[in-house]
């Protein structure tokens, strides 16, 4: 389809919000970097990223990022929705467009990699394909780059908000509020009603702390935060190396994954709150976090939630903002209210493994277990992979683990170094092949079967790590407030 406008695509039944664009049906109420004249049709769903056209520009497609300070708020992505889309096809996470401005083309592609695509994204890219008959973007990084290095950011125009915070920064002269979809980037629809709850609580060794939560018309907001002691920030970033100069981005994926695990900032959870008996599912959320080590590098929002809540200013805090919407009609008082956390499964990094033949195996324990797996490679063999002019190749290896292990909870990754691959436009959509920012980095993984990186060189030996998911913390149920007698709202 060579013309592609957005009125046209609203017009069929494509879903965009598992590639991290959801649909907004709603009047949009513009963030403080929202420009003027912008028609938003997309929003990521966390830190108020959103997607718009802006009137006297075209069909050309800005990024919107309100976490990035007024400085690198706005950048255009796309000159057309349907490039808008081709990127999505190439990149296959909204994410990787909108971030695309401060990376280089190895970044782009390292991104790519570690963030592999879904059986739901890729449904959603087929549909898209199948829909419109459109090819993915040939290179999506120097595409981006083009329409941002060409674009004069001076004709953008903002609101007197937007100009005013070139100024300095003070907590008493912008009056707190809190909205359903501001984050904590500014008040964006009708805020909602503050209620103290002021509740400690311990999880997994750590302290904990719901400040308050906020009933708006949309849902309920709750503000919870973990303190984190500045020796554990010392340890950390001593054991490291990290500094203000150096923040780990130009890690290897390893390394990053090793790190990732021990930082004490570092929280992906899940909740959902019952109010009055009935339960509300999370629907997104915001983060942000108070470094005790260097108060003064605070941004204006965390140093906003600091002096608000008079949280201790020489620990640290990992602060996120949960929302909750209305499953119905909204509640008018409130008796109850209790909130059940649960962290999401990350990734551990285990041994390594070089097998060299079918038969070889190692043994290994889960994390925190005692319990003797073996891991046994029953097939290796070596792919060949014909892409454009290139010959590539992978090798792939089938494995068994013995006893079963739980399902999801153990694999295989090659962390060798990835190639970059100079690519033309696709003939067309190729999903059984996992895509980097240049070309095919692996193909899909079963739940045995494994591939390394690919290479230009046949013979490689490959050396296999071993990645677990796991919980550290059981569930925890926390009761914020019981009350006999209602209180109205």
Known sequence: MEKLTYRQFLKTDVEL????????????????????????????????????????????????????????????????????????????????IEQAWQWDAAQLEDFEQKHPSN???????????????????A???????????????????????????????????????????????????????????????????DEWLVPAVYVCKEGVVLDIMK?????????????????????????????????????????????????????????HGYGLCWDALYPEGNDREAKRVQAHYALDELSGWHVQRLCFPWDGKKERTIRE????????????????????????SIMFHLPGGQR????????????????????LYTTELSYDIAPEVPDGSVTLRDFGEAIAISQGDFSGCSFGVIGGADGPVAFAMGKDTVCSQLRRKKERKVTWTLVFREKRKEDKRVLLLEEKKEEKL
């Open 372 to 391: 003797t797996y073996t891991l046994t490679a029953l097939a290796l063999h070596t792919e060949k992979i014909p892409y454009f002019e290139e010959t």
């Open 337 to 360: 209210l209790t909130f059940t956390l649960w962290e999401n499964p990350f990734e551990a990094l285990g041994q390594e493994f070089s097998p060299e033949q079918a038969g070889d």
């Open 17 to 96: 919000s598992v590639l991290g664009v959801m649909r907004v049906e709603e009047p949009f109420e513009p963030y403080f970097c929202t420009p003027k004249g912008a028609r938003v049709f997309g929003r990521s769903g966390v830190d108020g990223i959103h997607f718009c056209f802006v009137r006297g520009f075209g069909e050309t497609v800005f990024a919107v990022s309100p976490m990035n300070g007024r400085e690198d708020c706005v950048h255009p992505v796309a000159k057309s929705f349907r490039d808008f889309l081709r990127l999505l096809l190439a990149l296959h996470d909204a994410a990787a």
């Open 119 to 137: 059986e739901e994204q890729m449904a959603a890219l087929d549909r898209i394909v199948s829909t419109f008959h459109l090819r993915p973007m």
């Open 227 to 283: 303190r984190v002691p500045v020796e554990k920030l010392v340890s950390f970033r001593e054991k490291w190396n990290l500094s203000r100069e150096n923040d780990g981005s130009d890690w290897e994926e390893a390394q990053r994954i090793r790190a990732q695990a021990e930082n004490p900032f570092h929280e992906d959870i899940g909740a959902r709150l019952t109010v009055n008996g009935r339960t509300l599912s999370q629907s």
């Open 139 to 205: 290179e999506p990084w120097k595409y981006i780059h083009t329409v941002q290095s060409g674009f004069d950011y001076g004709k953008l125009r903002f609101s007197e908000k937007f100009y005013d915070m070139a100024g300095s920064f003070d907590t008493q002269a912008e009056p707190w509020a809190v909205t359903f979809e501001g984050g904590f980037w500014g008040v964006h629809g009708t805020p909602g009603k503050e209620r103290s709850i002021g509740k400690t609580f311990f999880w997994a060794g």
